[in-house]
């Protein structure tokens, strides 16, 4: 029987082993580093690449957030050229605000923020007040489109009003053309979007705009907006009745800011209508996949082939162009049988 090692020499392999593995540890380690500067070295490159044909695209027609971007990198010094949209756009900007602050990125998102509450809005008075049934997700990138909360929508009426104004008046400085049988534009739109109800009107009044995660900023304010000393007792009375509801129990904000107030729960309602919407679309799932695990699949075929022998009888009775193909392939298939030595029911299969 061999003599066991001595305990130091046991120890001290042990150890060597352990340093062999560091060392390999080491030199994985260094090679995973070289690896992740490379990696950021492409990721460098790759973001020049994506500012560059960023920038590119804002030089085709430069408006709003491009015109801003491109306007502040060439005044930065950072980009050696200005294009005349992102001028034209630059100016019309400043010439309609006044200031300077609207062709900053704050001001320009914040239309954005504004648009945003303004859908939440138009959800909860066709959901909420009115108790029409529209299921329509606020907090998702895709989904149903939301059309139909349009014409609820301020800002979209304003904007085709106003775009329809100036089509009318670039058609009557032109010789010869005119608005068509269907009429000026201004009427024909004004009448698909009939005025928005005193009381959502009040309601779009009395909240704050929202960013990207839906909670509350300041409003920026509009010279069209209502004077009206106390703008929250002519909202919808269910409204009324359902921030009070939620003030009662806990679930909104108590600061007497009545903005902050109806804000915070019009974005609670429109969650709740989220969850509705996506149990609505599992329901649906569920109904379809329901109705397919009854569905006959044996019946189905044995009607499909069915129609499709009477079909070909009828072919073959009624049109001799098209019988030629049949029988070149059933010469086809038989030609594989005696080749395969197979049975018919195989080379049918096959063929399938």
């Known amino acids: 029987m061999a003599a066991s090692k001595p305990m130091d020499e046991r120890t001290l392999e042990v150890f060597e082993k352990l340093c062999r593995l560091s060392e390999k540890q080491v030199e994985q380690n260094t090679k995973i580093v070289e690896l992740l500067k490379a990696l950021g070295s492409q990721n460098e490159y790759i973001l020049e690449k994506i500012s560059i044909a960023e920038m590119r695209q804002c030089q085709a027609n430069?408006?709003?957030t491009d015109a801003s971007r491109m306007t502040s990198s060439y005044f930065k010094a950072e980009n050696a050229l200005w294009s005349s949209s992102a001028k034209a756009s630059t100016l019309e900007m400043i010439?309609?605000?006044?200031?300077?602050?609207?062709?900053?990125?704050?001001?320009?998102?914040?239309?954005?923020?504004?648009?945003?509450i303004e859908l939440a809005t138009a959800l909860f008075y066709k959901t909420y007040v009115l108790g029409e049934?529209?299921?329509y997700n606020i907090f998702a990138d895709n989904g149903e489109p939301p059309e139909p909360l349009f014409k609820l929508m301020p800002s979209f009426r304003r904007e085709m009003l106003q775009l329809a104004k100036e089509r009318d008046s670039e058609l009557s400085t032109r010789a010869g053309e005119h608005q068509g049988q269907l009429g000026p534009y201004f009427e024909r739109i004004q009448g698909a979007l009939p005025r928005i109800p005193a009381d959502l009107q009040y309601l779009h009044e009395m909240v704050l705009s929202v960013n990207k995660n839906f909670e509350p900023v300041t409003k920026v304010s509009r010279d069209d907006a209502p004077n009206t000393p106390n703008v929250y007792e002519l909202i919808p009375q269910k409204a009324k009745n359902f921030v009070e509801w939620n003030k009662g129990n806990g679930m909104c904000s108590s600061t007497g800011d009545k903005k902050l107030e109806v804000t915070e729960c019009i974005v609670k309602w429109c969650w709740i209508i989220k969850k509705i919407a996506n149990k609505a679309a599992k329901l649906s799932t569920a109904k379809y996949e329901a109705k397919r695990a009854k569905y006959d699949h044996t019946a189905q075929d044995n009607k499909t082939a069915r129609e499709e022998a009477l079909l070909e009888f009828h072919i073959n009775v009624e049109f001799p162009n098209l019988r030629e193909f049949y029988e070149a392939y059933?010469?086809?298939?038989?030609?594989?049988?005696?080749?395969?030595?197979?049975?018919?029911?195989?080379?049918?299969?096959?063929?399938?």
């Open 62 to 64: 430069a408006q709003g």
């Open 133 to 135: 049934t529209h299921l």
């Open 330 to 352: 059933n010469k086809m298939v038989e030609e594989k049988r005696l080749a395969n030595k197979s049975e018919p029911m195989d080379v049918e299969k096959a063929e399938a």
């Open 95 to 116: 010439y309609k605000s006044g200031d300077l602050s609207s062709i900053g990125y704050q001001a320009i998102f914040s239309e954005k923020d504004e648009r945003r």
